[in-house]
């Protein structure tokens, strides 16, 4: 019982799912589902849709290399079992698991600091240059920071002097 | 090996069809339109074109005509003989020779149509060159009409020809007309062929196959042949002698010997003294038939003596392959095909004679002899009587002795799963003989799939240290980002900046929207201009609110829109929201109408238009005086015109007169 790779998106492939396709020269097609065996079926190259790991891993958006991705590799020959090994690599998968979905993320952070940067420069100049729409000049040069003017409601004394003699 | 493919020969068409057959297939495979508006070289090429595949087509299949048909030279002498016998080999080579030269003749006429159509100027003469070649080429065919339909009349007996192998085990029967060689025929193999009582009956020759000692041999049954001298043979005869003369077959000669075939045994005889030249180096055997008629020691004294001089002959052969001279039943055989006694006997022998001459024929030939000397069955010569045998030592003995032993006391597991329930209620423990580091660990299950990933992927003697490693790593890694993180967090904006930003690209985008439907329905719809305000929203209350989000103070602004709507004559002006509200001295009046002012809102005439005479602020006119003049010279005349639009041109032209 293997987990397999969908071809196509790289998926896991659990056992009871997906499609397997041999084709003549022997080479093994696994598919998670009739989306990419479809996709397979047009000849679409997997490296050019969007929302493949190849894709991604093409064009840099995930992690390509790194050492976690050394830890698991098909072995061919099997090992003789060993309790405290067994208990030792299922206690590592998981540690391993944890630092490989760290790095991703922030491998993908750090592509996108240098978008988040660049906004912020754009936000600041924006509120810099149309300050105008919101502050007028002249409260602007009362309180020259760039924040939106507190409104001032007007209590008249007038009013209330003139209120007294009418309760009077 | 040409000779077996006689069968496969294609037909060859007779004169006119093979025309009609090039012809229509030149009309097909060629383009077929042209006009003379073309271009001359292509014109000229168009019928290059026809000329060369007419050509093309002749040469091809008169080619195949002459290939296919064999060449008498260089088949087996047999079939050469043969097929001269039947066809005269003359005539044969004539009308091969014909088609031969009608190919190059054809060809010839092409070359030259074609040197002559390069210069051809007009499509008419073009055309006309072409079907003169094309013409030519087939008046050659027509004449050699003849040779084709002979060429198709050889093909169709060639076809017909039994397929006979020239190099394998035959049996050929030989002998007068009548004598029963057929009936022999019929018996000892699966051939049927006609058996009649007038002679003559075989025309040709006829194939059987017969099976010998797990081999099979061919049996070729001849037409009679007489006593003739050897020019006036017929076709029929001459068959049976090219056949005895080719194949190396073994020779059954048969004799009649009660002579009901209508020929007596004098004659046999001679016939056989004649021929006796045809059996050098063939295993001859005589053949007695018809002993049920008349057995063979009735016959007459000079008949026996006959029969006895044939024998010599035939023992002569015997001899001559170096066969004992004592056997003598080989040689002279007696059998009835009518009582079938005796048959299979003569097969037998035949068979025997001829597989002993074809075995010492080959011992002898060069080809055994290279092969000879790589052979040697080397067989130790025994030197003295004692006995030898293999040497196992005790131990090995004592070992396999007691294996034996346990095998069959060992408990299997079938006996363990019976005496635990049987098949349904145990089941064995196949993990019970794993050779672990510990026992107990014989019985532990490990997961296959943790997570997403395959266990056994990951299995490795040294995972701890790597993994120890990976996490030293990715602490030092994990410091160095919040390093980073640290440095980046200073350039973002505070919140409340975040809310001016946020309101500025409100306001941003409602001044597009705003800009864009005033864009769309600029030329379309007209819009009532904001002077009118039929919704009353543009309220002094708005313009105040609007200022105070601008973070501006509109209380003077309001105070002068409203004096403004007012008019001149009341002029009031509103102070409100005064600092020093009632501390000064106020002018009478003022002070008076501040008090209604304050208690009473009255609005003057802020709903309602004002009269046409009143000069309003910032229409640019002196006096009301003025302003009534400019009305009745301009709007005056346009609202009398959409009042009166009715009337009729005699009311206007009232208007024209007092005006």
């Given at each position: 019982m293997r987990i397999e790779k969908c071809w196509f998106c790289s998926s896991t492939v659990y056992p009871g799912h997906g499609i397997q396709f041999v084709r003549n020269d022997a080479k093994i097609f696994r598919f998670c589902r009739s989306k990419c065996h479809k996709n397979f079926k047009m000849k679409r190259n997997p490296r050019k849709v969007k929302w493949t790991k190849a894709y991604r891993r093409l064009h840099g958006k995930d992690m390509t290399q790194d050492s976690t991705f050394e830890f698991e590799r098909k072995r061919n020959r099997p090992e003789r079992y060993d309790r405290n090994l067994a208990e030792n690599t299922l206690k590592a998968i998981k540690k391993i698991d944890k630092i490989r979905s760290d790095r991703a993320s922030d491998h993908i952070k750090n592509r996108l600091k240098t978008g988040k940067v660049q906004r912020q420069k754009e936000a600041r100049k924006q509120l810099e240059q149309g300050i105008h729409l919101v502050k007028a000049p002249l409260a602007l040069a009362q309180d020259s920071s760039l924040h939106l003017p507190k409104i001032k409601v007007n209590v008249s004394q007038a009013q209330t002097e003139g209120n007294q003699p009418m309760e009077e | 090996?040409?000779?077996?493919?006689?069968?496969?020969?294609?037909?060859?068409?007779?004169?006119?069809?093979?025309?009609?057959?090039?012809?229509?297939?030149?009309?097909?495979?060629?383009?077929?339109?042209?006009?003379?508006?073309?271009?001359?070289?292509?014109?000229?090429?168009?019928?290059?074109?026809?000329?060369?595949?007419?050509?093309?087509?002749?040469?091809?299949?008169?080619?195949?005509?002459?290939?296919?048909?064999?060449?008498?030279?260089?088949?087996?002498?047999?079939?050469?003989?043969?097929?001269?016998?039947?066809?005269?080999?003359?005539?044969?080579?004539?009308?091969?020779?014909?088609?031969?030269?009608?190919?190059?003749?054809?060809?010839?006429?092409?070359?030259?149509?074609?040197?002559?159509?390069?210069?051809?100027?007009?499509?008419?003469?073009?055309?006309?060159?072409?079907?003169?070649?094309?013409?030519?080429?087939?008046?050659?065919?027509?004449?050699?009409?003849?040779?084709?339909?002979?060429?198709?009349?050889?093909?169709?007996?060639?076809?017909?020809?039994?397929?006979?192998?020239?190099?394998?085990?035959?049996?050929?029967?030989?002998?007068?007309?009548?004598?029963?060689?057929?009936?022999?025929?019929?018996?000892?193999?699966?051939?049927?062929?006609?058996?009649?009582?007038?002679?003559?009956?075989?025309?040709?020759?006829?194939?059987?196959?017969?099976?010998?000692?797990?081999?099979?041999?061919?049996?070729?049954?001849?037409?009679?042949?007489?006593?003739?001298?050897?020019?006036?043979?017929?076709?029929?005869?001459?068959?049976?002698?090219?056949?005895?003369?080719?194949?190396?077959?073994?020779?059954?000669?048969?004799?009649?010997?009660?002579?009901?075939?209508?020929?007596?045994?004098?004659?046999?005889?001679?016939?056989?003294?004649?021929?006796?030249?045809?059996?050098?180096?063939?295993?001859?055997?005589?053949?007695?038939?018809?002993?049920?008629?008349?057995?063979?020691?009735?016959?007459?004294?000079?008949?026996?003596?006959?029969?006895?001089?044939?024998?010599?002959?035939?023992?002569?052969?015997?001899?001559?392959?170096?066969?004992?001279?004592?056997?003598?039943?080989?040689?002279?055989?007696?059998?009835?095909?009518?009582?079938?006694?005796?048959?299979?006997?003569?097969?037998?022998?035949?068979?025997?004679?001829?597989?002993?001459?074809?075995?010492?024929?080959?011992?002898?030939?060069?080809?055994?002899?290279?092969?000879?000397?790589?052979?040697?069955?080397?067989?130790?010569?025994?030197?003295?009587?004692?006995?030898?045998?293999?040497?196992?030592?005790?131990?090995?003995?004592?070992?396999?002795?007691?294996?034996?032993?346990?095998?069959k006391k060992r408990k299997t597991e079938k006996d363990l799963e019976e005496e635990n329930g049987g098949a349904g209620v145990y089941s064995a423990s196949l993990k019970k003989n794993y050779i672990l580091a510990s026992d107990e660990w014989k019985e532990d299950v490990l997961p296959e799939i943790l997570d997403g990933h395959n266990v056994y992927d990951f299995i490795d003697p040294d995972i701890l240290l790597r993994l120890e490693e990976l996490e030293r790593e990715e602490g030092l890694r994990q410091a160095e980002e919040e390093a980073d993180d640290f440095e980046m967090d200073g350039e973002e904006l505070s919140p409340e900046e975040q809310e001016a930003l946020a309101e500025i690209r409100k306001k941003k985008n409602l001044l597009i929207q705003q800009h864009r439907m005033k864009k769309s329905t600029a030329e379309s719809r007209p819009v009532v201009p904001r002077k009118f305000d039929t919704d009353r929203k543009f309220t002094t209350k708005r313009m105040g609110r609007q200022l105070s989000t601008l973070g501006l103070d509109p209380s003077l602004a309001i105070n002068r829109a409203r004096s403004k709507s007012r008019g001149r004559k009341r002029e009031r002006s509103v102070e409100r929201g005064e600092a020093d509200g009632g501390d000064t001295m106020d002018i009478d009046g003022n002070q008076a109408s501040k008090k209604l002012r304050l208690r009473s809102m009255s609005r003057s005439r802020s709903r309602s238009r004002p009269p046409i005479t009143e000069v309003l602020p910032g229409e640019g006119l002196k006096d009301s005086a003025q302003k009534s003049y400019s009305y009745i010279e301009t709007k005056a005349p346009v609202l009398w015109e959409t009042f009166h639009w009715k009337d009729g041109q005699a009311l206007r032209h009232v208007q024209e007169i007092k005006l």
């Open positions: - | 090996m040409v000779q077996y493919n006689f069968k496969k020969i294609t037909v060859v068409p007779n004169g006119k069809d093979f025309v009609d057959i090039i012809l229509s297939r030149t009309q097909r495979q060629t383009p077929t339109v042209v006009h003379k508006g073309y271009a001359i070289s292509r014109l000229r090429q168009f019928y290059m074109r026809k000329v060369k595949y007419t050509q093309q087509n002749f040469h091809e299949k008169l080619s195949t005509i002459i290939e296919e048909f064999p060449r008498l030279d260089e088949i087996h002498p047999f079939y050469g003989d043969l097929l001269h016998v039947l066809y005269n080999k003359d005539h044969y080579k004539l009308a091969l020779g014909q088609i031969n030269t009608a190919r190059n003749l054809i060809s010839k006429i092409a070359k030259d149509y074609v040197k002559l159509l390069k210069y051809g100027d007009s499509l008419y003469r073009c055309k006309s060159l072409k079907v003169a070649a094309l013409g030519r080429m087939c008046t050659v065919i027509k004449r050699i009409g003849p040779s084709l339909a002979y060429l198709e009349q050889i093909r169709q007996h060639m076809a017909r020809l039994p397929s006979i192998d020239p190099n394998t085990r035959t049996i050929l029967i030989c002998g007068y007309p009548n004598v029963g060689k057929s009936s022999f025929m019929n018996k000892i193999t699966r051939a049927d062929v006609d058996v009649q009582p007038y002679a003559f009956t075989t025309k040709s020759l006829f194939v059987g196959h017969t099976d010998y000692k797990y081999l099979r041999y061919q049996v070729i049954d001849t037409p009679g042949i007489l006593d003739r001298p050897f020019e006036d043979r017929n076709i029929i005869e001459m068959c049976s002698i090219t056949a005895l003369a080719h194949l190396r077959a073994a020779v059954l000669f048969f004799l009649d010997i009660s002579g009901s075939c209508g020929y007596s045994i004098a004659q046999q005889a001679a016939l056989f003294h004649s021929i006796k030249s045809l059996f050098m180096n063939k295993p001859l055997i005589i053949v007695c038939n018809k002993t049920d008629l008349q057995p063979l020691d009735g016959i007459s004294e000079e008949d026996r003596k006959l029969v006895i001089e044939m024998k010599a002959e035939a023992m002569k052969t015997v001899i001559g392959q170096g066969g004992e001279p004592e056997n003598e039943e080989g040689v002279l055989l007696t059998m009835s095909t009518l009582t079938e006694d005796g048959v299979i006997a003569v097969k037998n022998a035949a068979c025997e004679r001829l597989l002993n001459q074809r075995v010492e024929l080959k011992k002898k030939s060069k080809k055994m002899n290279d092969c000879r000397n790589r052979f040697h069955v080397a067989l130790p010569k025994p030197r003295d009587q004692k006995e030898r045998p293999p040497c196992i030592p005790q131990a090995v003995l004592e070992a396999k002795a007691k294996q034996a032993e346990e095998e």
